[in-house]
């Protein structure tokens, strides 16, 4: 275990890892009003509890309360109320320990245009007081791709190499919790895939990774456990399979040996429709309906099938079904 991480677990005299990395209570915020507005809540009592050595995806629309969670465990942010711990120290409490537990990829690209990648590195691990013989900075930059751009200014990176700089920046104190917070906006394909594959190293060597991210399918190729956040609440926090199965909703795509010039009268209690004479579509409910019956029904009505296909419901039809409900206040931060 890195050396920074050691001092940081020295804060618990136990010295025992804690079973959740990131353990928030009851967490609340609610911003003053600016003029005749009036205050404004932005959390209203989130729980959260992020279990050691996984990637936890924490999605929500915007303005749901995603960034003001994650600056109050940075330290940005006060909040008004709850309690919040990392890696099992409170952040108040032990606020300069907390914030070394944790390393933050904020949305904003916060790099010194005239200083280089090995300049930007070192000085990161200076303010968190890792002596020079531990930093790491040769090795990060190699592990975000950049070692051949560790003596180029930083104004000379394109976006998705500044993007996998503030990556190694925020790894530089080895650090066991990582927060993403949408750490691939703007990076191309290409980028973003060698990006999340040193986010999965980092996962598999034993760092906490927490991300935020619009991009759904991200979330649901990378995440164990997800929680999605709703006008300041969490409106549900599962693993990532038990949040798939909360819809009870399928469709077969069924392509057929020769058009069909009418709906047979075997598949009439069924949902189906006919994009076109030699294509099926039929919707059903996997708790209700077998597709041993869908396909009997089919046989029956002497329709030969030439290929079929299961459309399973992704995490952007749970997250839409969690989320559509109108705001309240369609102005929280």
Request: with cysteine; aromatic share 4%.
């Amino acid at each position: 275990m890195p050396d920074s991480v050691s001092r940081t677990l020295a804060a618990d005299p136990s010295g025992s890892l804690p079973e959740a990395a990131i353990d928030i209570r009851d967490l609340r915020k609610t911003y003053r009003g600016t003029g005749k507005a009036p205050p404004k809540e932005a959390l209203k009592g989130i729980n959260l509890s992020v279990p050691r050595g996984s990637i936890y995806g924490l999605l929500g629309p915007n303005g749901a309360g995603k960034s003001t969670t994650i600056n109050i465990l940075a330290g940005l942010v006060n909040k008004t109320g709850g309690t919040a711990a990392i890696w099992g120290i409170d952040i108040d409490r032990h606020p300069r320990s907390a914030r070394a537990a944790i390393g933050i990829v904020p949305q904003e690209l916060n790099l010194d245009p005239f200083f280089t990648p090995r300049e930007i590195l070192d000085l990161q691990a200076g303010l968190y007081g890792v002596p020079k013989a531990e930093r790491q900075t040769d090795r990060l930059l190699e592990a975000v791709g950049l070692k051949d751009k560790a003596n180029a200014y930083a104004r000379t990176l394109s976006g998705g190499m500044r993007r996998r700089l503030m990556v190694a920046k925020a790894m530089v104190h080895a650090p066991p919790v990582l927060v993403l917070d949408e750490p691939t906006a703007g990076v191309d394909v290409e980028l973003r895939q060698s990006l999340w594959a040193y986010v999965r190293e980092l996962n598999q060597a034993g760092t906490t990774v927490v991300l935020t991210t619009h991009y759904l399918e991200e979330a649901q190729e990378l995440c164990d456990t997800i929680a999605i956040v709703n006008h300041g609440q969490v409106v549900a926090c599962e693993s990532k399979e038990a949040l798939l199965g909360r819809i009870d909703a399928k469709e077969m795509v069924v392509t057929l040996e020769a058009p069909l010039a009418a709906m047979p009268g075997e598949l009439a209690g069924y949902d189906v429709s006919l994009p076109n004479p030699q294509r099926l579509v039929v919707r059903y409910r996997p708790s209700q309906t077998r597709v041993a019956d869908l396909l009997g029904a089919m046989a029956a009505a002497g329709l030969s099938v030439k290929d079929l296909s299961i459309v399973e419901s992704d995490l952007e039809d749970v997250f839409l079904q969690l989320t559509r409900a109108p705001a309240t206040d369609a102005d929280y931060r």
